[in-house]
């Protein structure tokens, strides 16, 4: 099985920042760099939003309209670690933060979800 565990999440002001990481791990995981990883967010009575992915090779990176220019992706391939920086950060990016993994194999998608971390900005 894969695990995906984030952290970092927690209670900031208006204007701070914040870094979330997703550690993977797994008896079956052992190739994290094969991996695209995202983070996705999901406010209170809202849907599930997209908010950024990152390739496997870590080229290639891909940020919703909402933090373009706020929020870098990055990853450490030999940490098995995904990191969302979070800078300026406003109200409306209170939610709880999810760290996802995908591959596709032989046409075949396989996504592990984390279990989230809270993120709080107060006004």
């Known amino acids: 099985q894969v695990q995906l565990v984030e952290s970092g999440g927690g209670l900031v002001q208006a204007g701070g920042s914040l870094r979330l990481s997703c550690a993977a791990s797994?008896?079956?995981?052992?190739?994290?760099?094969?991996?695209?990883m995202g983070w996705y967010r999901q406010g209170l009575g809202k849907e599930r939003d997209f908010v950024a992915s990152?390739?496997?090779?870590?080229?290639?990176?891909y940020y919703g309209d909402s933090v373009k220019g706020r929020f870098t992706i990055s990853r450490d391939n030999a940490k098995n670690t995904v990191y969302l920086q979070m800078n300026s950060l406003k109200p409306e990016d209170t939610a709880i933060y999810y760290c996802?993994?995908?591959?596709?194999?032989?046409?075949?998608?396989?996504?592990?979800w984390g279990q989230g971390t809270q993120v709080t900005v107060s006004s």
């Open positions: 990152i390739s496997w090779s870590g080229v290639t990176t």
């Open positions: 996802k993994a995908h591959r596709m194999i032989n046409f075949v998608n396989y996504d592990y």
């Open positions: 797994g008896r079956t995981f052992s190739t994290f760099s094969s991996y695209d």
